[in-house]
């Protein structure tokens, strides 16, 4: 379901898209006839998806946050409806793909308070459609992401047309979000929740001194308007929250 649409320039559109457990963002670029995916959920948000990115110009590529099963493992289904389209990661989650790291499992502080709220915002467990058709990948317990039309980004490469990259690690290593500075539109993963209406800077850290390094990046971003987070709605950005 589309929650949220922003009209942006030179004929561009940014939708939000509520998936099962996380949200995806739609990028239409009608000036350059094509579309962009950000994150791509879970295998059974693919469906929807498909739907409505048939409706809408080419699929270009899919551009994650960062490499955790809402936002990765959709790709398993959604690469054979769309041939043409690659995946694009920053190249912090080369050995993740590889399989030659692994995810740590989240401990008793990141469940109570990231994990299990993230769920009560979204209403999502996780099915056996998500586990059977890949849903594990981007977890501590399956290695081995399928590699073809899979492409590494460095931290200074823009890779979504209207957007700056910002790289934001802390909660991953490899996490990095997308700024509009036309619009104020920051697409921030995970790196920032919005959990009861609030936004909140995550407290599942893989970095707790590279989340303090990101947040001193954004504190340092003018023109900041409006956080489009991996998990809960579109709302303004809270400069308190990022002072805190």
Known sequence: MIAHTLPLNNGRTLHQYRGRASNQYILEDHGNA????????????????????????????VVCTHFHVDHVSGWIELKQHFPTAGLWLNEKAHPLVKGSETIPLPGFKAWKEVLFPCMRESGFLPGWTDILKGGLYG?????????????FFADSDDVLPGFETLPTPGHRSDHVAYFNPEKGALICGDFLLVINNRMVPNSFLASAKDQTASLDTIRSTPGILSIWPGHGGVRPFDYQAVNA
């Open 34 to 61: 094509a579309t962009f995916l950000i994150d791509c959920g879970m295998p059974s948000d693919a469906p929807g998806l498909k739907r409505i990115l048939k409706g809408m110009p080419p699929l270009k590529h």
């Open 139 to 151: 977890t501590p317990f399956k290695k081995g992401f399928p590699e073809d039309r899979v492409h």
